[in-house]
């Protein structure tokens, strides 16, 4: 499976989505911009896409509610250990009230992967964050291995996070 992300104005981005009925997009809204995420197993109707492979997922994305996309920088040898600590993860977000779908996004093209997740509302996220899941699941990792080697760091750069709402911005007043 893969995930296919275009961006650009609410209008156009409608349009493209009108353009293709038959494929699964869902159209999200930020500031400043909108947001085309195109699932499927095949190719890309887009004409310049960002390009991920699906890691993992749970449940299906839905046309509603709020998206977070925690877009995370990592190095060409980092990439097999984020993977494996994002594969081997407890899964706690998979319960929290609130909690629509999840999905984690290797970059085809670049070193950003992102951990989508999407939700009922702003409000289930902010109170995922404020869970002690939450906490237990963010919990800094040892700086040091038990033999006291230092661990490599596999970021390249700070991580940042998105956030998207299905109805545009004057729909949700």
């Known amino acids: 499976?893969?995930?296919?992300?275009?961006?650009?104005?609410?209008?156009?981005?409608?349009?493209?989505?009108?353009?293709?009925?038959?494929?699964?997009?869902?159209?999200?809204?930020?500031?400043?911009?909108?947001?085309?995420?195109?699932?499927?197993?095949?190719?890309?109707v887009f004409a310049t896409p960002r390009k991920f492979e699906v890691l993992e997922s749970t449940n299906d994305?839905?046309?509603?509610?709020?998206?977070?996309?925690?877009?995370?920088?990592?190095?060409?040898e980092g990439r097999p250990v984020f993977e494996h600590r994002f594969l081997n993860r407890e899964g706690t977000v998979e319960n929290e009230p609130g909690f629509i779908a999840f999905r984690l996004l290797r970059p085809l093209n670049g070193d950003t992967y992102i951990v989508l997740t999407q939700w009922n509302g702003p409000h289930s996220f902010e109170a995922w964050k404020r869970s002690q899941a939450f906490k237990t699941a963010h919990t800094?990792?040892?700086?040091?291995?038990?033999?006291?080697?230092?661990?490599?760091?596999?970021?390249?750069?700070?991580?940042?996070v998105s956030t998207y709402t299905v109805a545009k911005k004057e729909e949700e007043e």
């Open 140 to 160: 800094d990792r040892k700086e040091t291995t038990t033999s006291g080697i230092r661990q490599q760091n596999i970021f390249s750069a700070a991580s940042y």
């Open 1 to 44: 499976m893969h995930i296919y992300l275009t961006s650009g104005t609410a209008e156009f981005m409608e349009r493209v989505k009108n353009k293709y009925p038959k494929e699964h997009m869902i159209l999200i809204h930020g500031d400043g911009n909108s947001v085309l995420i195109h699932e499927t197993e095949g190719k890309s």
């Open 61 to 76: 994305l839905e046309n509603r509610g709020f998206f977070v996309l925690n877009n995370i920088p990592v190095t060409d």
